[in-house]
């Protein structure tokens, strides 16, 4: 009995004397390693305006059966206002911006894109920039024909340009969007015909927009009055298609508040998604701002509500 406690008490010295020396030399690694592994590089949400709820705006006041509006301060970095920011909306063709997006990352706007028989498959009420099959066109004049004129056709000859079908290039779209913090939108095409599961948020489309201006190309194309694009057929036949804003500013059938520049942006409308559009605008200062606005119940509607967001906001006047 008394030779097992010996044993059993130099078995717990050495035991402690090891355990001690273990935790001195834990310590000093710790010390030495302390926040080697913490990411510190560029945080997720340096550079973006940033909110966690609703942010009202003096001067604002949305239509109680608007789907969304947002106004976004990107030289402030601040949300200057957030109406149902993080609600569920369905898109339409404001769609077209992420897949724009898409294609200026991965393709080449010199690339001649043959058009196909997909690509032309669309109902007479659907918008097309009219493309025929075999048509041949270059990939930039299909950005401009789906980002000014907003042609369903344009956006399905992109994808299966860019990823050989639709279904691919969604997959690429719906990467995209998870790389950029869009946790609430989920895409099914790259046009915006009304799917269930097609869906966004207003504040996912501001971190969409966000990056797509940040491409002068992109930028470039929604500021212009109009474009020219040349189509060469199957038969080769070269014609030309004029393709104009569908936004009312751009169009110049709305006018725009005193004290601000709408350089451009997309709309988007169907019967589930009312109507919507997303702007990339300035104040005399140049100083940049997106608005968007979803949901409203008809085109006069949606720029009377544009409008007062924007002198609310940038302007700091309502009209």
Same mark, same amino acid.
């Given at each position: 009995?008394?030779?097992?406690?010996?044993?059993?008490?130099? /078995?717990?010295?050495?035991?402690?004397?090891?355990?001690?020396?273990?935790?001195?030399?834990? /310590?000093?690694?710790?010390?030495?390693?302390?926040?080697?592994?913490?990411?510190?590089?560029?945080?997720?949400?340096?550079?973006?305006?940033?909110?966690?709820?609703?942010?009202?705006?003096?001067?604002?006041?949305?239509?109680?059966?608007?789907?969304?509006?947002?106004?976004?301060?990107?030289?402030?970095?601040?949300?200057?206002?957030g109406y149902k920011l993080f609600d569920k909306v369905y898109p339409a +063709?404001?769609?077209?911006?992420?897949?724009?997006?898409?294609?200026?990352?991965?393709?080449?706007?010199?690339?001649?894109?043959?058009? +196909?028989?997909?690509?032309? =498959?669309?109902?007479?009420?659907?918008?097309?920039?009219?493309?025929?099959?075999?048509?041949?066109?270059?990939?930039?004049?299909?950005?401009?024909?789906?980002?000014?004129?907003?042609?369903? =056709?344009?956006?399905?000859?992109?994808?299966?340009?860019? /990823?050989?079908?639709?279904? !691919?290039?969604?997959?690429?779209?719906?990467?995209?969007?998870?790389?950029?913090? !869009?946790?609430?939108?989920?895409?099914?095409?790259?046009?915006?015909?009304?799917?269930?599961?097609?869906?966004?948020?207003?504040?996912?489309?501001?971190?969409?927009?966000?990056?797509?201006?940040?491409?002068?190309?992109?930028?470039?194309?929604?500021?212009?009055?109009?474009?020219?694009?040349?189509?060469?057929?199957?038969?080769?036949?070269v014609r030309k298609e004029t393709w104009t804003p569908t936004q009312a500013?751009?169009?110049?059938?709305?006018?725009?508040?005193?004290?601000?520049?709408?350089?451009?942006?997309?709309?988007?409308?169907?019967?589930k998604a009312g109507n919507c559009v997303i702007l990339y605008d300035e104040?005399?200062?140049?100083?940049?701002?997106?608005?968007?606005?979803?949901?409203?119940?008809?085109?006069?509607?949606?720029?009377?509500?544009?409008?007062?967001?924007?002198? /609310?906001?940038?302007?700091?006047?309502?009209?």
């Amino acid at each position: 009995m008394i030779t097992f406690v010996v044993l059993i008490g130099v /078995a717990a010295t050495g035991g402690v004397i090891i355990w001690g020396q273990f935790r001195n030399h834990t /310590a000093a690694y710790e010390a030495e390693n302390y926040n080697k592994n913490v990411y510190q590089g560029t945080l997720f949400s340096s550079g973006l305006c940033v909110t966690t709820g609703e942010v009202s705006l003096d001067g604002f006041s949305p239509d109680t059966d608007l789907h969304a509006a947002g106004l976004f301060d990107l030289e402030g970095q601040n949300v200057l206002c957030g109406y149902k920011l993080f609600d569920k909306v369905y898109p339409a +063709s404001t769609t077209k911006i992420m897949t724009a997006l898409i294609a200026l990352k991965n393709g080449n706007m010199d690339d001649e894109v043959t058009v +196909s028989a997909h690509a032309t =498959d669309f109902n007479w009420d659907e918008v097309t920039s009219g493309l025929r099959t075999g048509d041949k066109v270059t990939m930039y004049d299909l950005l401009c024909g789906l980002l000014l004129h907003s042609g369903n =056709d344009c956006g399905t000859a992109i994808a299966e340009h860019i /990823a050989g079908s639709e279904e !691919a290039f969604v997959e690429m779209m719906n990467e995209e969007a998870a790389a950029l913090g !869009a946790t609430g939108t989920h895409f099914m095409n790259p046009h915006g015909l009304h799917d269930e599961n097609h869906y966004t948020t207003a504040y996912d489309l501001y971190l969409i927009f966000n990056e797509c201006i940040k491409d002068e190309r992109f930028v470039e194309i929604i500021s212009m009055d109009s474009y020219e694009g040349t189509l060469t057929g199957a038969d080769g036949t070269v014609r030309k298609e004029t393709w104009t804003p569908t936004q009312a500013y751009g169009a110049g059938t709305a006018k725009v508040p005193d004290g601000i520049r709408v350089l451009g942006g997309k709309t988007g409308t169907t019967e589930k998604a009312g109507n919507c559009v997303i702007l990339y605008d300035e104040n005399m200062a140049e100083s940049p701002y997106i608005s968007v606005i979803m949901g409203a119940d008809g085109v006069e509607r949606l720029y009377e509500q544009m409008n007062a967001l924007m002198s /609310a906001g940038i302007t700091g006047t309502s009209e």
